[in-house]
């Protein structure tokens, strides 16, 4: 049987070869693209921070601004770059992150909405926390507190390591102060009761005295 199969034996030995092949290939070559794209994303993180030149001295650095909008823009550029060429890797959906949080600061808000949303189905679960959170502190400042309700409900529902319950029950408390300090005082109560020892009942305490 081997003999008479001798020919279909030796093209399936081929084809499993250049599977794996390609699988262990595949591998390397994404580990090698996702070690770049972090590379590139640690610098963009090193403009985000620079430093703000005071106003009538030189430059404190090598790498600083003379305004966060620059520094915003030039960071923005970095992080948009990582972004769109390690779309795939972890670094390069984090630069997106980035990339939309920098966009907010530039004034670029519908970009921003729009990148934030890419981050928020991106499969990462923090990563998509944290995307929609920003997303509904963007919300807040563009009076559309109905979509940041919303969203701040859903993370308090679906808690995740980069977004714990009770760090949404705080933004949503914060969001209904001005106009239902009534359902924001409720909300601190909560908070206050399920985590008694924590660092956001703390907050919730001193928020519920401020509202007193």
């Known amino acids: 049987w081997v003999v008479e199969h001798r020919s279909k034996l030796i093209a399936a030995g081929i084809a499993i070869a250049i599977i794996l092949l390609l699988t262990v290939g595949g591998w390397f070559t994404y580990q090698y693209r996702e070690q770049q794209a972090n590379l590139k994303l640690g610098h963009a993180l090193r403009t985000y921070d620079a430093p703000l030149n005071p106003p009538g001295l030189p430059p404190s650095g090598e790498l600083s601004f003379n305004s966060a909008a620059e520094r915003a823009q030039a960071a923005h550029k970095e992080f948009a770059a990582i972004a769109d060429q390690y779309s795939l890797t972890p670094s390069g959906k984090l630069a997106r992150y980035f990339a939309a949080i920098t966009a907010i600061d ?66 949503l408390a914060a969001l209904y102060e001005p106009k239902q300090p009534q359902e924001a005082a409720r909300i601190y109560e909560q908070i206050r009761k399920e985590d008694p020892k924590g660092a956001a009942a703390e907050r919730a305490n001193s928020r519920l005295a401020a509202l007193k």
């Open 106 to 171: 530039m004034g670029q808000t519908a970009a921003a909405e729009s990148q934030l949303k890419q981050v928020a189905n991106s499969g990462n679960k923090d990563l998509a926390s944290l995307a929609r959170l920003a997303l509904a502190s963007l919300y807040r400042s563009t009076n559309r507190e109905g979509d940041a309700i919303k969203i701040y409900k859903e993370l308090s529902e679906n808690p995740s390591n980069s977004v714990p319950k009770s760090t949404a029950l705080l933004e």
